[in-house]
């Protein structure tokens, strides 16, 4: 028996290009994704030691400096909303 290329899904380029020229594009959309809102980028100053302690705590977790900051905020919002339901 042959064995049988996949057919290589186009790029979003490519779908824009099709869609442009008129064609239907909709089967190239499934719904079966996630929306997710927008990204919205924020500076924060922080002193020298508690940069030192997140890049060692990044270091340990073969992570990125940035994935430590939002992990540890993510994890004190969660506590913060629980705090709250527990004294309701």
């Not at 990044?58 to 994890?75: D, E, G, H, W």
Request: glycine share 4%; no cysteine.
């Amino acid at each position: 028996m042959k064995k049988t290329a996949k057919k290589k899904s186009p790029s979003g380029d490519e779908i824009a290009e099709l869609a442009m020229k008129g064609e239907n594009v909709s089967r190239f959309f499934t719904n079966d994704g996630e929306m997710r809102p927008p990204i919205q980028r924020v500076n924060v100053d922080f002193t020298r030691d508690m940069l030192k302690e997140l890049d060692d705590i990044a270091k340990q977790l073969n992570i990125s400096r940035q994935a430590v900051i939002k992990s540890y905020l993510r994890r004190a919002l969660d506590q913060h909303y629980l705090s709250k339901q527990a004294s309701q």
